[in-house]
């Protein structure tokens, strides 16, 4: 049995899965918040609003800028059209198409040798304590 502490392996967890996060997101030359927004725009066409309010409930990071701030290196770089609302173009299709299996692949690895009834157990765990600490949803 580790002798480390449940805030020593959170961080270090934490930090692991950001590395390669943030590895697969550099590869293809995008942001997080420009992940995070062609991920929502797959679900169909959004306005700059609707995008914001898409958007609000994911955790801040540091590197984050708001969607307006990223949409337009989107729409400069083909993968987003702007007109009444703005979507994903089959090029940003395709991209984010690799992007996703880049994070299956990390969410794979993440996993190995986990079940899904732990897996389970753990979001659940992680969820009660973060409750414990404040966090509503």
């Known amino acids: ?50 995008l914001d309010t898409a958007l609000a409930d994911m955790p801040a990071y540091d590197d984050d800028a708001t969607a307006a701030e990223q949409l337009g290196e989107l729409v400069e770089s083909g993968w987003v059209e702007a007109a009444d609302a703005y979507r994903v173009t089959e090029r940003g299709r395709a991209a984010h198409g690799h992007i996703l299996d880049a994070v299956a692949e990390l969410r794979t690895r993440v996993l190995e040798g986990v079940s899904p009834e732990e897996e389970q157990t753990m979001i659940a765990l992680l969820e009660r304590m973060a409750r414990n600490l404040g966090w509503e949803p």
């Open 1 to 50: 049995m580790s002798t480390r502490t449940l805030a020593y392996w959170l961080a270090l967890v934490d930090r692991l899965v950001e590395r390669g996060f943030a590895g697969a997101l550099d590869e293809h030359g995008i942001t997080r918040m420009q992940w995070r927004i062609l991920t929502v725009l797959g679900d169909g066409p959004a306005t700059a609003d609707q």
